[in-house]
T-cell receptor
Framework: KAGVTQTPRYLIKTRGQQVTLSCSPI?????VSWYQQTPGQGLQFLFE???????NKGNFPGRFSGRQFSNSRSEMNVSTLELGDSALYLC?????????????FGQGTRLTVV | QQQVKQSPQSLIVQKGGISIINCAYE??????FPWYQQFPGKGPALLIA?????SEKKEGRFTISFNKSAKQFSLHIMDSQPGDSATYFC?????????FGTGTRLQVFP
């Protein structure tokens, strides 16, 4: 079956702009989580959605937001981009919750803010 | 309290040797402890996972040792191979989110 698909794979944006990243989970998976990966901080949890509801949120500013659609696809939006937002953004999907079933990660979207 | 501390940051091992990566946590609410392997340009992939009611789990050359009282767990890679060269992340889960360690870059030389 198809894996987790993230689009686009690469993005270059200017400071102050906004960006939207997309994630299509594995068919049948209802939980989608987003992570920010940077060399210094590792994988930082952004938020998790299940059946269109945000169940958990990490410690990121309000500029980071997300949503999930009825088909479980999810989008993540970052407004007023800062240089420090440059990172690999990873999406992971799971059937129910990460503690009970495996989380599958996409290849990520590499965002560069200049 | 939600942190997972991982060490070492990098590890160099000879082919055939044992690679050991350690993690520690504080929050006793964590109930699932997976290890993820990440190759360059790829997302992390689940390698092996353990629950706190088990002290050890082995899958092939990979073993997790879990010490509940010390709140520590470790990954042992036996007979390390060059193909094992990757970044390894420990993680802990509760309330539907995974908290990751900072990662260990493993290099296995022939």
């Amino acid at each position: 079956k198809a894996g987790v698909t993230q689009t686009p794979r690469y993005l270059i944006k200017t400071r102050g702009q906004q960006v939207t990243l997309s994630c299509s989970p594995i068919s049948g998976h209802r939980s989608v989580s987003w992570y920010q990966q940077t060399p210094g901080q590792g994988l930082q949890f952004l938020f998790e959605y299940f059946s269109e509801t945000q169940r958990n949120k990490g410690n990121f500013p309000g500029r980071f937001s997300g949503r999930q659609f009825s088909n479980s696809r999810s989008e993540m939006n970052v407004s007023t981009l800062e240089l420090g937002d440059s990172a690999l953004y990873l999406c992971a999907s799971s059937f129910v919750r990460f503690g009970d079933t495996e989380a599958f990660f996409g290849q990520g979207t590499r965002l560069t803010v200049v | 309290q939600q942190q997972v501390k991982q060490s070492p940051q990098s590890l160099i091992v000879q082919k055939g040797g044992i690679s050991i990566i350690n993690c520690a946590y504080e929050n006793t609410a964590f109930d699932y402890f997976p290890w993820y392997q990440q190759f360059p340009g790829k997302g992390p992939a689940l390698l092996i996972a353990i629950r706190p009611d088990v002290s050890e789990k082995k899958e092939g050359r990979f073993t997790i040792s879990f010490n509940k009282s010390a709140k520590q767990f470790s990954l042992h890679i036996m007979d390390s191979q060059p193909g094992d060269s990757a970044t390894y992340f420990c993680a802990a889960s509760y309330t539907d989110k995974l908290i990751f360690g900072t990662g260990t870059r493993l290099q296995v030389f022939p």
